[in-house]
């Protein structure tokens, strides 16, 4: 089966091909470093893993661009308040350029720890000002700008496709929004460049031929996706959040200045959701992956966690969900691991796979599949090659994973020391009397050379 992906463009999945053979461009978007990245936004950043990981299957080889919002980003998501940078900075103490350093770092080091391949390309919109206003330059010769006294908008009205992205209602939002516009003309017309404020003394800011001042947001993707991915490029990606702001007004940039639509798929991935009103700050508790560790759990069953769930469908988060998705990469880790040596990956199951995760990555059936794998009648070694396989996709880390010696129980490991000793003393009897022992307690040892592992069974 042909990779077939659901794009938001079309509200449809099609089947995806690339526009240059052999070669995907895929752009999206990334944190904005004010602070930790939640489980949420992993969640978004998962599912692009997951992508990524689909086409390589697919023999793609795929340049994947990420950018880093370190200025730009308002507090209110929109053209006014404060920027969500120099917020961070006056809650820390710390610089805009300190902090944007800080959780760039943590926000790396949480892709680690969940597993999640780096992109290709990272690119800081403060990297790249000159860029952003050599794009916006080029929005202005084409006359789709207008200038207020704090900055210099798009005019939403003077493109008839804008916010198709998002099915936007136009005619109805400009209704309902008379009050609050400000010196904006239309509800929808959005900050290009916004100009330091006399009174304010901002720590990030440039000289631009319209004044001194910062890009607005959205200009910072369509500037960077443009100068590492082209005027057109194979696909977008988000969270359902931008389907109807960030990424309608990425769009109406680069159709602007360069008449496309910017990606060929845009693909969006739904949100995380939990009881409490705000992820950041849910019950006193900031739940990012540090809390999870924290708690005793493994990064990685998080991610197990969101494996479970399709990524066009919300998911929602408690600790005991996180528990069970625990509980379940467990029991796949230990029956992987005590399959011993992988030989040849099994093609008929290779086959379904595919046809699951080419079906728009349809991960809980992928992974449910497996499970079958291991009920199989198979031998050990091709059920173990063929799961090795899966987790190319899935990213579970399951070929390097081993028991470690901290999960075993104190008076299981007093048992299994005990049988070591004797082992070694070649006291056979007492050896296997041991070994029942810990068979009993539903564990399985395996000797090794120079020390032994233990298997929960
Ligand atoms: P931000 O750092 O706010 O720019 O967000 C980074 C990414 O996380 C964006 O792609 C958002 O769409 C996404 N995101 C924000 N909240 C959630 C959530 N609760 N679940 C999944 N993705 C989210
Ligand atoms: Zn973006």
Known sequence: MSLQLYDTWTRSQREFTPLKPGEVGLYTCGPTVYNYAHIGNLRTYLFEDGLVRVLKLNGYRVNHVMNITDVGHLVSDGDDGEDKMEAGSKRTGQTAWTIAALYTDAFRADLKALNI????????????????????????????????????????????????LGRLDIAGLQAGSRVDLGEKKHSTDYALWKFSAPEDHRQMEWDSPWGRGFPGWHIECSAMAHKYLGEYFDIHCGGEDHITVHHPNEISQTEAAYGTRLANFWMHGYFLITNDAKMSKSSGE????????????????????CLTGHYRTQLSFSWETLDAAQTGLDRLRNNVYSLGEATTVDAGFFERLMEKLNDDLNFPQALALAFEVLKSGLAPGVKKATILKFDEAFGLGL??????????PGDVRALAEARWTARNAKDWAEADRLRGELTARGWSMKDGKEDYTMTST
């Open 399 to 408: 070929t390097s994973w081993v028991p470690k010696i901290e999960d075993v």
């Open 117 to 164: 391949q780096e992109p290709d390309v990272w690119c800081k919109a403060t990297d790249n000002i000159p860029e952003q206003i050599s794009f916006i330059e080029e929005i202005e010769k084409k006359g789709y700008t207008y200038r207020t006294s704090d900055g210099i908008y798009f005019d939403t009205s003077k493109q008839a496709s804008y916010g198709h």
């Open 286 to 305: 900031f739940l990012r992956v540090q809390l999870l560790i924290d708690k005793g759990y493994d990064p990685i069953a998080y991610r197990y966690l």
